[in-house]
């Protein structure tokens, strides 16, 4: 399941990867945004927004903030998810598009002010042994879990209009060093019901072959994606073996891919963007 669950990642990454800046000069400042409904937001759950500087590193600089409480560190960080990446080139390669040759790409990523992408995510993911929550303004939380086990930290990070991301504390939280570990209740129930639903689900594998997905299953989908299509919640989860996290997980990025290839089309000059990346 956790192979599976890295794939879907993988493939959201491969419709939202980061192109290489070829710019000679990299632009320093992002535009400002009003972030006081996310604050809103973010406050019902004990939370609040740190923000990073917005100069083609936010991603880095909000990683640095959440394991060191420095967002100066990015570029330590930088290096570590570049060379992972070269690393493990075999796992990573088939993700670049545009026929952009594997070393140009990393050579270009590792690049000051270079805009990360989900492959970045994924990568600073398995490097720092640490899971992943986005939250999004007015949409579900989306994660990335490569670790089960219960030493892996959950870094925290919002992700802004499509471009940029900031580290996202406590309330209480001092920002003095690393982030204090954030416990959403929501989260933690659904993930205990979830794998109930998920063991359920085994044991309802008859002799006729067909698998018998509970509604509870289809309920908890439902919530924790954002997806109102009962019937395509449940097809999902027979072909993922009625583990509702995997499902959740593919509908968001589902809807994430759909919104950019959305957005996309609004675009009149295609050879201005940088699809899918971040500040």
């Known amino acids: 399941v956790k192979l599976l669950k890295r794939s879907k990642a993988m493939a959201k990454a491969k419709h939202l990867k980061s192109k290489p800046n070829k710019q000679p000069h990299i632009k320093k400042h992002?535009?400002?945004?009003?972030?006081?409904?996310?604050?809103?937001?973010?406050?019902?759950?004990?939370?609040?927004?740190?923000q990073v500087t917005a100069d083609g590193n936010c991603f880095f600089r909000a990683l640095a903030d959440q394991l060191e409480g420095s967002e100066e560190e990015h570029d330590k960080y930088r290096s570590m998810v570049v060379q992972y990446i070269l690393k493990n080139r075999q796992m990573f390669e088939p993700f670049i598009e545009d026929d952009v040759p594997f070393d140009e790409y990393c050579q270009s990523m590792e690049t000051d002010g270079t805009w990360a992408g989900h492959m970045e995510?994924?990568?600073?993911?398995?490097?720092?042994?640490?899971?992943?929550?986005?939250?999004?303004?007015?949409?579900?939380?989306?994660?990335?879990?490569?670790?089960e086990d219960s030493e892996a930290r959950m870094i925290h990070l919002s992700y802004h209009?499509?471009?940029?991301?900031?580290?996202?504390?406590?309330?209480?939280?001092?920002?003095?060093?690393?982030?204090?570990?954030?416990?959403?209740?929501?989260?933690?129930?659904?993930?205990a019901t979830s794998h109930q639903a998920k063991v359920a689900a085994t044991k309802s594998k008859g002799g006729a072959g067909k698998s018998f997905?509970?509604?509870?299953?289809i309920k908890l989908v439902m919530v924790g994606s954002g997806c109102?299509?009962?019937?395509?919640?449940?097809?999902?989860?027979?072909?993922?073996g009625g583990d509702v996290d995997a499902t959740i997980e593919f509908l968001i990025a589902e809807q994430g891919t759909e919104e950019y290839l959305a957005e996309s089309d609004k675009l009149p000059?295609?050879?201005d963007t940088s699809h899918g990346n971040v500040r």
């Open 228 to 240: 109102e299509n009962a019937k395509k919640v449940e097809q999902v989860l027979l072909q993922v």
């Open 30 to 50: 992002g535009k400002q945004v009003d972030i006081s409904e996310f604050c809103a937001q973010l406050d019902a759950l004990g939370l609040k927004i740190i």
């Open 213 to 217: 997905i509970h509604a509870e299953s």
């Open 161 to 191: 209009d499509g471009e940029h991301y900031n580290s996202v504390r406590l309330k209480e939280d001092t920002c003095i060093g690393p982030a204090r570990p954030i416990m959403i209740k929501a989260d933690a129930d659904l993930t």
């Open 121 to 147: 995510l994924q990568a600073a993911s398995l490097v720092t042994h640490s899971n992943i929550c986005i939250h999004r303004n007015m949409s579900p939380r989306w994660y990335i879990r490569n670790f």
């Open 269 to 271: 000059s295609p050879a």
